[in-house]
Nanobody
Framework: QVRLVESGGGLVQPGGSLRLSCAAY????????MGWYRQSLGKERALVAL???????NYADSVKGRFTISRDSAKNTVYLQMNSLKPEDTAVYYC??????????WGQGTPVTVSS
């Protein structure tokens, strides 16, 4: 059974930075893709960034130039470095993992609040 463990969320002032981490456990045949989605109050869950094996990262337009997704394949871990945070980045951030030959798995979510 695949399990995702997220960390790094919290409260930060506008203009600040946070780094989210998500480690995947129970992976047997490697990972096809990992990514981050977010959901704020009253809105649908939306893609933030995705990194797939052999492909360049994809980002939502709203975070391009501010967020960076990276992956440590040896540790089955994905990171989301978030800089120049804005109040509109406030949301619950969810990690996703798609192992080879398996469906997509979701983490429990980690809250990020950008406020002064």
């Amino acid at each position: 059974q695949v399990r995702l463990v997220e960390s790094g969320g919290g409260l930060v002032q506008p203009g600040g930075s946070l780094r989210l981490s998500c480690a995947a456990y129970g992976i047997r045949f490697g990972i096809k893709a990992m990514g981050w989605y977010r959901q704020s109050l009253g809105k649908e869950r939306a893609l933030v960034a995705l990194i797939a094996t052999g492909s360049s990262p994809n980002y939502a337009d709203s975070v391009k130039g501010r967020f960076t997704i990276s992956r440590d394949s040896a540790k089955n871990t994905v990171y989301l470095q978030m800089n120049s945070l804005k109040p509109e980045d406030t949301a619950v951030y969810y990690c996703t993992c798609t192992p080879w030959g398996s469906p997509e798995y979701w983490g429990q979510g980690t809250p990020v609040t950008v406020s002064s």
